[in-house]
């Protein structure tokens, strides 16, 4: 728990030196549903692998150009599959590069980590490592609608349950307000 914590505190600090210098630092919040997906090798037999559910989360964008961004996040996120002893949920902590695209259009990429925090999803490793991509536009002027993609570079499960492996694809849609 010590390297999540120190890992998010130096990943922050970065975001922060980087916002230095620049005019522009904006905050806000954001919030939508998820739709994820677990894919088993070996394939598990008549489940359902897929889990709908909601996440929220706080933002700080710095800016590093004129059109390009530095977005970190903390986010709560309801991932996993529909039977209770494969959901589970996240504190995440994605980081992403994003290009403005005229005045209404951003698209970012980036990577992501997240710690377990339902208990009782015992077949779930701790902390999890993914990329996340997505697109946001801006219909008003501080408020905007995106989606993103997110999907696991390794196995999410515990080693107890080896030889069998998960990775996970989530899609997110939702809007949000910066302050």
């Known amino acids: 728990m010590k390297k999540i914590?120190?890992?998010s505190f130096l990943l922050l600090s970065l975001a922060f030196c980087f916002s230095q210098g620049y005019e522009t630092t904006r905050y806000g919040v954001r919030a939508g549903v998820n739709i994820s997906n677990l894919d088993f090798d070996p394939a598990p037999v008549s489940r359902n692998m897929h889990r709908n559910g909601f996440y929220f989360g706080g933002f700080?964008?710095?800016?590093?150009?004129?059109?390009l961004w530095l977005n970190t996040e903390l986010q709560w996120s309801a991932e996993g599959a529909k039977e209770e002893d494969w959901r589970a949920n996240y504190l995440n902590l994605p980081i992403q590069l994003r290009f403005q695209i005229g005045n209404n259009f951003m698209i970012?990429?980036?990577?992501?980590?997240?710690?377990?925090?339902?208990?009782?999803?015992?077949?779930?490793?701790?902390?999890?490592?993914?990329?996340?991509?997505?697109?946001?536009y801006k219909f008003l002027e501080d408020y905007f609608i995106d989606v993103r993609a997110g999907y696991d570079f390794k196995n999410l499960l515990d080693e107890s349950l080896a030889p069998l492996e998960a990775t996970q694809f989530t899609i997110q849609v939702g809007v949000g307000i910066k302050i």
């Open 5 to 7: 914590v120190l890992t």
């Open 60 to 67: 700080a964008e710095f800016s590093l150009s004129e059109t």
């Open 108 to 136: 970012g990429a980036g990577p992501q980590i997240g710690v377990k925090t339902w208990k009782s999803a015992d077949a779930y490793d701790t902390i999890r490592f993914s990329g996340v991509g997505g697109i946001e």
